[in-house]
C-alpha cells in the first residue's frame, strides 16, 4: 500500500509539473484571460474564487510578496521544483494565482526559493529558516518559543511568519551570517554557508522540546518556503508575518484574508553589526553543542557501566545457585511429591483448565492416578 500511495503521489507531482511547466509569458497571459473572465463572471464564482480574487488582487498584498520574492526562483503548490526564474511585476503574482487556481481548484499557494540572488551587490545569499511542524498548532508555537528567545537575547535581526497551516517559520536573511569572499565558486560559497546553517540546526535541536519534528530540509539551499502574504493550498489560511511579541500571543484567526494587512519594512535588510552579533552566536552555539556532546557521552559511558556491573552481578549470582544445587544431596522420592509425566499433565490441563467442571475432572484423574503409586515413605 505504501509504495501504491508513493506511486500515486508521484503521478500526481508529474501531472502538476506538466500543467505548470508553461513558459512564463504564457502563464501570465493566461492569467490576465482568467481575470477578465471572473470580474465579468463575479456572480457566478464560488466563495472560495470570490476570496482568492480579492485577497491577491490587493496592491499591499501583491508588493509585500514581491519584496519577499525578489531575487527568488518560484514554485507553486508544493511541487517543490524551479518552474518561473523569478517574479516580474508585482501585479503577476495575481496572473499566476488565478492561472493555478482554474486549473487545479485548489488555494493557490505560491513558494520561493530560500536561496536568492541580490542584484544590487551581485551576491548569491541563502536564508536560514528553522520548523517545527507536524504536532498541533499549539504544541508547534510552544516548542519553537526557546529558539525565538534565543534570538531575542543575542540581538539577531530575525523574521517570523505562520505557514498557514499549523507551525511557525522563523528565517534569519542571509546577509546576517558571515560571508566568505575568497571561497571562490559560488558552489563553494553555499558548502560554508550550509556548514554554519548545520552548526546551529543542530544546537536548536538540542534545545527545543520534540527535536523529532524539526524540519531539516531546509539544509538544502535549493529548498522552497511559502511567500510570506501567500496562501496556504491545504487551509486556505494565509501564510501571515507575525513580530516577535506577539508571538505567544498570535490566533489562527488574524491568518484569516479578510483580517490580514501588510505590514510595512517587515523583510528588509539586516543592521550593519548583523553579522557581528550573528558570529557570537555562532561561536556560543559551537561551545555549547561541544559541551551537550561531552555530557551525553559521560551519561552513555555512566549506563554503560551500570549495565555492566548488572550484567556481572546476575551472572555472580546465577553462578553461587548453580554451586549451591550441586552441593545439595539428591532428593529421595515421596509419593506425595510424584509428578506425572508432562504429557499427561498438560494434555489434562489443557483439556480442562478452562472450566471448573473440567478442574474437578482434573482432580479426579489427579487422585486416582496418585493412589495408583508405590513408592516407598521414607522414614524420619
Same mark, same amino acid.
Given at each position: ?74 514554485? $507553486? ?40 540572488? $541580490? ?262
Amino acid at each position: 500500500m505504501a509504495k501504491k500511495r508513493k506511486r500515486q503521489h508521484r503521478k500526481q507531482q508529474h501531472a502538476e509539473l506538466h500543467v505548470s511547466l508553461a513558459s512564463y509569458k504564457n502563464v501570465i497571459a493566461e492569467g490576465q484571460r482568467i481575470a477578465e473572465k471572473w470580474d465579468a463572471n463575479w456572480e457566478r464564482l464560488n466563495d472560495n474564487q470570490q476570496f482568492i480574487y480579492d485577497y491577491y488582487s490587493r496592491p499591499d498584498i501583491q508588493d509585500a510578496m514581491f519584496a519577499y520574492a525578489k531575487g527568488r526562483k518560484i514554485s $507553486v503548490l508544493r511541487v517543490f521544483r524551479t518552474m518561473y526564474n523569478r517574479i516580474e511585476e508585482p501585479q503577476h503574482i495575481l496572473f499566476i494565482a488565478l492561472y493555478h487556481a482554474d486549473h487545479k481548484g485548489v488555494w493557490p499557494s505560491i513558494h520561493g526559493m530560500i536561496s536568492r540572488h $541580490v542584484e544590487e551587490t551581485n551576491q548569491h545569499l541563502c536564508d536560514f529558516v528553522i520548523e517545527v511542524d507536524k504536532m498541533r498548532r499549539k504544541e508547534c508555537f510552544q516548542a519553537t518559543l526557546p529558539y525565538i528567545k534565543l534570538l531575542r537575547d543575542f540581538g539577531i535581526y530575525s523574521c517570523v511568519k505562520f505557514s498557514g497551516h499549523v507551525s511557525a517559520h522563523v528565517i534569519i536573511p542571509g546577509e546576517s551570517f558571515p560571508s566568505d569572499t575568497n571561497a571562490g565558486s559560488i558552489r563553494k560559497q553555499f558548502v560554508g554557508i550550509e556548514n554554519l546553517h548545520r552548526q546551529l540546526m543542530d544546537y536548536v535541536q538540542k534545545i527545543i522540546k520534540h527535536p523529532e519534528k524539526l524540519d531539516r530540509y531546509f539544509l538544502k539551499s535549493n529548498h522552497f518556503l511559502r511567500l510570506a502574504y501567500s496562501m496556504n493550498e491545504r487551509t486556505g489560511l494565509v501564510s501571515v508575518p507575525i513580530s516577535i511579541d506577539e508571538f505567544e500571543r498570535f490566533s489562527w484567526q488574524n491568518a484569516e484574508t479578510f483580517r490580514v494587512d501588510a505590514l510595512e519594512d517587515w523583510w528588509r535588510t539586516p543592521p550593519e553589526d548583523a553579522q557581528e552579533r550573528m558570529q557570537k552566536l555562532l561561536d556560543f552555539t559551537a561551545r555549547s553543542y561541544h559541551v551537550m556532546q561531552e555530557e551525553e557521552a559521560a551519561e552513555r559511558r555512566q549506563k554503560t557501566k551500570v549495565r555492566t556491573e548488572h550484567k556481572a552481578k546476575k551472572r555472580a549470582e546465577q553462578g553461587r545457585q548453580t554451586l549451591k544445587t550441586a552441593e545439595q544431596p539428591a532428593a529421595v522420592p515421596h509419593a506425595l511429591s510424584y509428578r506425572f509425566p508432562p504429557k499427561i499433565t498438560s494434555k489434562c490441563s489443557k483439556r480442562h483448565e478452562r472450566s471448573r467442571r473440567g478442574v474437578k475432572r482434573f482432580s479426579r484423574v489427579m487422585d486416582s492416578r496418585m493412589s495408583c503409586c508405590r513408592f516407598a515413605i521414607p522414614k524420619a
